[in-house]
């Protein structure tokens, strides 16, 4: 009789020793928030300069996040350049100012006929 009552609390003892493993084991790790982000913008920006107006729309991106709403980086941009009358697609890279949804974006499409360079400056708005 003894060995049986030495047996069920021998048990029972493992038991509690378990289950405290158990709940040590799954307490909740701290997570740490990603600094770096890439991926595409769902973005659309309307950006002009010197005898040029360009319409943006997001590509893929590299930014730094510094706090959840505020966001530093560069990006490639599919877009629709208006010189002369004239529309053109072009791809555009731009460094990339993120508040919210709200985007400044620099837009530079390389050279145009006359070897001069062609830039723009604009907002947009990201949606994704």
């Not at 600094?35 to 300069?49: L, P, R, T, W």
């Not at 996040?65 to 053109?88: C, H, M, Q, W, Y």
């Amino acid at each position: 009789m003894k060995s049986i009552l030495f047996l069920a609390s021998a048990l029972m003892l493992y038991g509690n020793v378990t289950a405290q493993e158990v709940t040590a084991t799954t307490a909740t790790l701290p997570v740490t928030e990603k600094k770096f982000e890439a991926g595409f913008d769902g973005m659309i920006a309307v950006s002009y300069g010197t005898e040029t107006l360009g319409i943006n729309v997001g590509g893929p991106s590299l930014k730094y996040k510094f706090t959840k709403k505020f966001k530093v980086g560069v990006g490639a941009f599919p877009s629709l350049i208006i010189v002369d009358s004239k529309a053109t697609p072009k791809l555009a890279v731009s460094p990339i100012i993120e508040y919210t949804n709200w985007m400044f974006i620099t837009p530079y499409y390389g050279f145009n006929a006359n070897d001069k360079a062609i830039w723009t400056f604009g907002v947009g708005y990201k949606f994704i």
